[in-house]
RNA sequence: UGGGACGUCGCCAAGUGGUAAGGCACGGGGUUUUGAUCCCCGCAUCCGCAGGUUCGAAUCCUGCCGUCCCAGCCA
């Protein structure tokens, strides 16, 4: 350990680390390693993985590796390599010059089968794919032999040579484990080591193999000559960790990393398989990998999502071995909490309602004073020009309303945000009965103060017409009509619990002109509306586009639905 | 029904024989020129169920029940 606590609650696997050090069982520091299949974009489930594993090596003095799982070429590219790479330093990692790939081992890996060979411990299997599979036996029953079981070592060698050599077109051969058809674990079944794949270009390597190691075979020893100690995965592969460890056993490995398997995240009202995501991307039903629907990492950081946010709630989850299903809840906690203390004030209209401050001259500016931040000083100040005719929020003008209502009724009074009070004299509508324009005036004396013998229960956001900035804001909405669209109800899949309405856009919203010279990527809080985070690919200098990252949290909409 | 794992508050999660942490959510109150933030207070006589061991069990034993994963030449 580097001398303070660490800062992430403790967890089983923690806990395991520190034993081992403190039982002496680590020869020189804590290795782990973040291993993706460069096949598809990384999701907020790796980054619970990418959280635990960097901040193990970071809190115990070790170190992370990167390491991409590139061992089918059929599905993997260098345009995923490259996300997933930009994905972890963002999220606030360094691998320093530990960027590693199993495509890497490719010679070693081949060597430690000539080695399994020679031991007795692998050979070549002649039978078809569907072969192996009848072979395989079921969950209830035994396997049984193949029939190139016990070929000889020089003819394994020799036929698996020629493998290598290109000797044999795809699927006629493979190179298998000799382990035990009859055993419980179906994995244990003479599980295959080595495919032939013709013609396939290796982001990495190029057409210098044709044959591929299987994942299981590749990761122990990948793990072994990085000199990694604890190798953690998810719960899908403590069935596999066996043949983890009987690889190990039965090979001149290096050393013998510890396989520790935890349960991987599961987040209400979204998916978080490879394969759906995929998918969704595929057949259009969202925009893009990083479409701010999505739980990517690069959706999410589009949507507005923080770095520091996200480390967080995948501290606060946790790390366990149960089945979980985490609310939304939790993540908005988060980014509520890092963006509330981080994300200057500003001030916003998304349904405008135009506003005609009667008493206040037609060619007259104010420019008042508003703090970027309440409760943070040091994040200073900016103007607000103030004019005749502004712009407030529809939802903050009721023609009557309740006394809860504390905003602006016809005849009442309200605060306007950093500015002054108004009162509402006139309703002007349109043929259809609809409120287009209301008519108001100002009480000088109420600027910074408030006034004499009444309660000015509301306070309301608003910008000036003559100044405001034109913009388009995107809501966003869940993507699943239900918790867990994973799971099939009534015959229905996933993509039949796709939420119609999980993107409002709004294209007539007013902001505040200093908005005006916001960058993409950049978050406000746009005051009693929610966090904004102006878009990084779409709009132009003069038209701004923002994402709502999140609302504000509301006890309005709950206390309006209790009462009238 | 073979093998592997998991079942503690609506959700996440501590606890590993000494009498149920914490967070999110929720409810109540206070402060507030954001119905935000912030601050108080409340929220499992009970740990999947049933027996047993013990002075004492969520923690140990036995038996049930429930959920998840595995039969790719995917990872």
């Known amino acids: 350990m580097s001398g303070d606590q660490p800062v992430v609650p403790i967890n089983f696997i923690r806990k395991i680390v520190e034993d081992d050090l403190k039982a002496g069982r680590i020869e020189g520091r ?156 179906i994995n244990m079944r003479d599980p295959t080591l080595y495919r032939i794949r013709h013609g396939v270009i290796h982001h990495q390597t190029g057409e ?47 050393c013998h990393p510890q396989q520790i398997e935890f349960s991987r995240l599961n987040l209400q009202y979204t998916v978080m398989s490879k394969r759906k995501l995929t998918e969704l991307v595929n057949e259009g039903y969202v925009e893009g990998w990083d479409d701010p629907r999505m739980p990517t990492i690069a959706g999410m950081r589009r949507r507005g999502y923080s770095a520091a946010s996200i480390r967080d709630f995948c501290e606060r989850i ?21 963006l509330n203390g981080h994300a200057p004030r500003r001030m916003a209209v998304l349904h405008p309602l135009r506003v005609i401050i009667t008493n206040y001259p037609d060619d007259k500016v104010e420019y008042l004073e508003a703090v970027n931040h309440p409760q943070d000083e040091s994040m200073g100040v900016r103007t607000l020009p103030f004019t005749r005719e502004i712009y407030i929020d529809r939802d903050d003008f009721r023609e009557e309303a309740s006394s809860k209502f504390k905003r602006l009724v016809s005849g009442g009074e309200v605060r306007l945000r950093y500015a002054y009070v108004i009162r509402c004299d006139e309703v002007v509508k349109d043929a259809h009965g609809e409120v287009i324009e209301l008519h108001c005036s100002y009480a000088p004396a109420t600027l910074g103060v408030n006034p004499e013998g009444r309660k000015i229960k509301g306070v309301i956001h608003w910008v000036s017409s003559r100044f405001g900035v034109p913009a388009e804001i995107r809501l966003y909405d869940r993507l699943f009509n239900h918790p867990t669209p994973d799971a099939a109800r009534d ?34 809080q746009f005051e009693r509306e929610g966090y904004f985070c102006r878009d990084s690919k779409l ?26």
């Open 30 to 185: 804590i290795a782990t390693r973040f291993p993706p299949e460069p096949n598809g974009y990384l999701h907020i489930g790796h980054a619970k993985s990418i959280c635990l594993n960097f901040g193990i090596a970071e809190d115990y003095d070790g170190t992370c590796n990167l390491r991409f799982d590139d061992t089918n070429p059929h599905k993997e590219n260098i345009e995923y390599v490259q996300a997933i790479t930009e994905d972890v330093r963002w999220l606030g990692y360094d691998w320093d010059d530990r960027l590693f790939y199993a495509s890497d081992y490719f010679e070693q890996l081949y060597a430690f089968a000539v080695e399994l060979i020679n031991r007795g411990k692998a050979y070549v299997c002649d039978l078809t794919a569907e072969e192996i599979r009848e072979y395989r036996g079921t969950l209830t029953m035994a396997g049984k032999d193949s029939p190139y079981r016990n070929r000889s070592i020089t003819q394994n060698l020799d036929l698996f040579g020629r493998m290598r050599n290109g000797e044999f077109p795809d699927g006629s051969r493979v190179l298998r484990a000799r382990i035990d058809m009859a055993s419980p674990n």
């Open 208 to 254: 210098e193999w044709c044959i591929y190691p299987m994942y299981d075979y590749t990761h122990p020893i990948s793990d072994a000559i990085e000199g990694i100690t604890h190798s953690i995965c998810t719960l899908e592969f403590e069935d596999h960790r066996p043949l983890y460890d009987w690889v190990l056993d039965n090979i001149s490995a290096p």
């Open 318 to 338: 946790g790390v366990t071995k149960s089945e979980n299903s985490v609310e939304m809840g939790m993540l908005e906690y988060s980014v509520r909490e890092d």
């Open 491 to 524: 015959g229905k899949n996933y993509k039949d619990q796709i939420n119609p309405d999980s993107l409002h856009t709004l294209t007539h919203c007013i902001l505040e002109p200093r908005l005006a010279e916001s960058k993409p990527g950049e978050s406000f």
């Open 539 to 564: 709009g132009t200098e003069s038209y701004l586009v923002f994402n709502r990252t999140v609302t504000l949290r509301d006890s309005w909409t709950k206390i309006e639905g209790q009462h009238d």
